[in-house]
């Protein structure tokens, strides 16, 4: 069974940088086949998604968070990860982590979600 | 941006009757070179992460009951849930993946009436 797990600090400071890591273990896992995600939810609200990467280096990231996002992997330890840098407390939200089949696709495999708080 | 809306935003059904939840885009999210509905339908129960339900707006992910089903082309769509479950009690979300920013709609809350 595929498993995702998202780690990182639970609390960043305002105007700092928001780093999360996905792991990815169990079943066909292979990372540099697939795509992976990754969507964000505001305590209480919808889900926002942030940006996708293939470790051909191929990376999506959704406009209104372009400028502030940066996305990498590392096929050799089964890992992805996520930087989104000058946080404010809109940017409180839990951060999933998730797989697509594709570069066009729903996510079908997601992590649990780790919540980030921006505050000081 | 492709804005999705869904309808209603909360819904409250008794145990074994009919649900039926919209979803709007803005545009259409059917490409026609395959004439495949880049469309989505989640699951969220409290404390969990969204789990994929349909694709392709009308199939039905691996494991899923056959009493959910997706349907609609272009910019309407419809998820329903033959006969409600207690366990089907959660948020679901429509999302489009036909363009990015792979937008989603707002949510619509089912609860048991």
């Known amino acids: 069974q595929l498993q995702l797990q998202e780690s990182g600090p639970g609390l960043v400071k305002p105007s700092e940088t928001l780093s999360l890591t996905c792991s990815v273990s169990?079943?066909?896992?292979?990372?540099?086949?697939?795509?992976w995600g990754w969507i964000r939810q505001p305590p209480g609200k919808g889900l926002e998604w942030i940006g996708t990467?293939?470790?051909?280096?191929?990376?999506y990231y959704n406009p209104s968070l372009k400028s502030r996002v940066t996305m990498s992997g590392d096929t050799s330890k089964n890992q992805f990860s996520l930087k989104l840098s000058s946080v404010t407390a809109a940017d409180t939200a839990v951060y999933y982590c998730?797989?697509?089949?594709?570069?066009?696709?729903?996510?079908?495999?997601w992590g649990q979600g780790t919540l980030v708080t921006v505050s000081s | 941006d492709i804005v999705m809306t869904q309808s209603p935003d909360s819904l409250a059904v008794s145990l074994g009757e009919r649900a039926t939840i919209k979803c709007k885009s803005s545009?259409?999210?059917?490409?026609?070179?395959?004439?495949?509905?880049?469309l989505a339908w989640y699951q969220q129960k409290p404390g969990q992460p969204p789990k994929l339900l349909i694709y392709?707006?009308?199939t039905r992910e691996f494991g899923v009951p056959d009493r959910f089903s997706g349907s609609g082309s272009g910019t309407d769509f419809t998820l329903t849930i033959s006969s409600l479950q207690a366990e089907d009690v959660a948020v679901y979300y429509c999302?489009?993946?036909?363009?990015?920013?792979?937008?989603f709609g707002q949510g619509t809350k089912l609860e048991i009436k």
């Open positions: 392709w707006a009308s």
């Open positions: 545009q259409s999210v059917l490409y026609s070179s395959n004439n495949k509905n880049y």
């Open positions: 169990g079943g066909y896992s292979s990372s540099s086949s697939y795509y």
């Open positions: 998730a797989r697509g089949q594709g570069a066009v696709s729903p996510f079908d495999y």
């Open positions: 990467i293939y470790f051909s280096g191929t990376t």
């Open positions: 999302q489009q993946y036909y363009s990015p920013p792979y937008t």
